[in-house]
């Protein structure tokens, strides 16, 4: 029998662009055990293609720090995946 | 670990920048120089009349990221205070969305640190602008800040 994986649940928030097009500013996931920021952005790119053509220029951020897609997501974790900034 | 000095000031506001006071918080009797950089909405954008704009931001990890360029100005010149103030929510031409000020002893340190004060905020904090005209509104394009390289996961 396979053994299922942990679920961990964390906060996904959205801002700018990627906010408008997800149609809110936050959310709560469950993700397995094991995961990354990546996988969560393909989850999110799978429910809203448009987001795809937006990865390359998106910086994935875990708990306010900029993170690398490849970094795994823990309990309890803020992600968000951040449009270029445009401050100042 | 950097000390960061408790009298640098930065802040995210909801209400227009009142400039003056930013100005006068930095400044001290053991300096000679104040250097600050104004940035306000300009009337146009790539040509299209501007009519307004709205600033949003992470604002928990913008002011992180802010007290970040604190700590890097600090170590990297002769300075003596920082403030940096960005404003968000709607604005219209003319109003100040982000107010720097440095002070220092001599005038070099405090140019040399207001310059990167802005280059850095505008690369690395999660704030965003949208730009509204007569036709519709986009988000400006902005910068993509580095991307950091893989961490070690701290031991759970």
């Known amino acids: ?88 | 670990m950097i000390h960061l000095p408790t009298d640098d000031r930065f802040e995210l506001l909801h209400r227009p920048i009142d400039v003056e006071s930013v100005m006068q918080h930095v400044r001290a009797d053991q300096d000679g120089a104040i250097v600050s950089f104004d940035g306000f909405v300009r009337n146009e954008s790539h040509g299209r009349p501007t009519l307004h704009l709205e600033y949003e931001a992470y604002e928990s990890m913008a002011l992180t990221k802010m007290r970040e360029i604190g700590v890097q100005v600090h170590e990297s010149f002769a300075i003596h205070r920082l403030a940096m103030v960005h404003r968000l929510g709607r604005l219209e031409v003319g109003d100040t969305s982000v107010f720097i000020a440095v002070s220092a002893p001599h005038r070099a340190a405090a140019f040399d640190a207001c310059r990167f004060a802005i280059d850095t905020l505008k690369k690395t904090v999660p704030i965003w602008k949208k730009e509204f005209f007569a036709d519709g509104a986009v988000w400006a394009d902005g910068e993509i800040p580095p991307a950091p390289p893989v961490r070690a996961e701290p031991a759970s």
Do not use: C, H
Request: charged share 25%; net charge negative.
């Open chain 1, 1 to 88: 029998m396979p053994t299922v994986a942990p679920k961990l649940r964390v906060k996904v928030i959205f801002f700018g662009r990627i906010r408008e097009l997800v149609g809110r500013s936050e959310e709560l996931e469950e993700v397995v055990e094991g995961a990354t920021l990546a996988d969560l952005f393909d989850r999110y790119a799978a429910k809203y293609p448009q987001l795809a053509g937006f990865r390359s220029s998106l910086v994935a951020s875990r708990n306010q720090e900029f993170a690398a897609w490849e970094t795994r997501v823990a309990a309890g974790d803020d992600i968000a995946f951040l449009p270029p900034v445009s401050g100042g």
